[in-house]
């Protein structure tokens, strides 16, 4: 059955920086393209970046774009989220998630096989 399972997340200081990580089970990664999202208390979840793991390719949101670097290691099976120079408002929980088709628009009703999430706070 194909999971995802997020981990890496933590308190960090503005200015921080924290690597997430998303293991995958049951598929392989290298045909799909594997979406992060963040939820903050009372807001809506939100499309951060994504991968298209059989090219490299990636897309990210202006909130984040020349703060945050999505990776894959096909051979790991894992795609990763780099944040730096965190932000308070960067505080949430992270998920990452499997699209539905090869390339969609980064919005959550385009992606499944939802992981259980990460925290991440920055706050000093």
């Known amino acids: 059955q194909a999971q995802l399972v997020e981990s890496g997340g933590g308190l960090v200081q503005p200015g921080g920086s924290l690597r997430l990580s998303c293991v995958a089970s049951?598929?392989?990664?290298?045909?799909?393209?594997i979406g992060w999202f963040r939820q903050a208390p009372g807001k809506e979840r939100e499309g951060v970046s994504c991968?298209?793991?059989?090219?490299?390719?990636?897309d990210y949101a202006d909130s984040v774009k020349g703060r945050f670097t999505i990776s894959r290691d096909n051979a790991k099976n894992t795609v990763y989220l780099q944040m730096n120079s965190l932000k308070p408002e960067d505080t949430g929980v992270y998920y990452c998630?499997?699209?539905?088709?090869?390339?969609?628009?980064?919005?959550?009703?385009?992606?499944?096989?939802w992981g259980q999430g990460t925290q991440v706070t920055v706050s000093s």
């Open positions: 049951g598929f392989r990664l290298g045909y799909y393209t």
């Open positions: 991968i298209r793991t059989s090219n490299g390719v990636t």
């Open positions: 998630a499997v699209a539905r088709t090869t390339w969609p628009p980064l919005a959550s009703d385009e992606y499944t096989n």
